[in-house]
């Protein structure tokens, strides 16, 4: 079973997959295991932090399949 790590940008007030912006690069990438999965995202997270992005991002993994639309606790607008 593959996991999947996935983004999601904060845009305008707008969670958006990374999958749906316009630079190569931001769709989900598979894994073998979840343990991998989950260092990769401390890793993205740590990058985040030290070199910031021009907007917020969340990190998710995910299994069997990749998220491909906003996950529920992340839909609304942070103001």
């Not at 983004?7 to 305008?12: A, D, E, K, R, Y």
């Not at 749906?20 to 401390?42: F, M, V």
Request: charged letters at 25%; one cysteine or more; a negative charge.
């Amino acid at each position: 079973m593959k996991w999947w790590l996935s983004v999601f940008f904060l845009i305008n007030g707008t969670w958006v997959p990374g999958s749906n912006i316009d630079q190569p690069g931001w769709g989900p990438r598979a894994y073998q295991t979840e343990a991998e999965c989950l260092e990769r995202k401390a890793f993205a997270e740590k990058q985040c932090h030290n070199y910031p992005l021009d907007y917020r991002a969340e990190w998710r993994c995910s299994s069997p399949d990749p998220l491909t639309k906003v996950p529920d606790d992340l839909v609304g607008v942070e103001c």
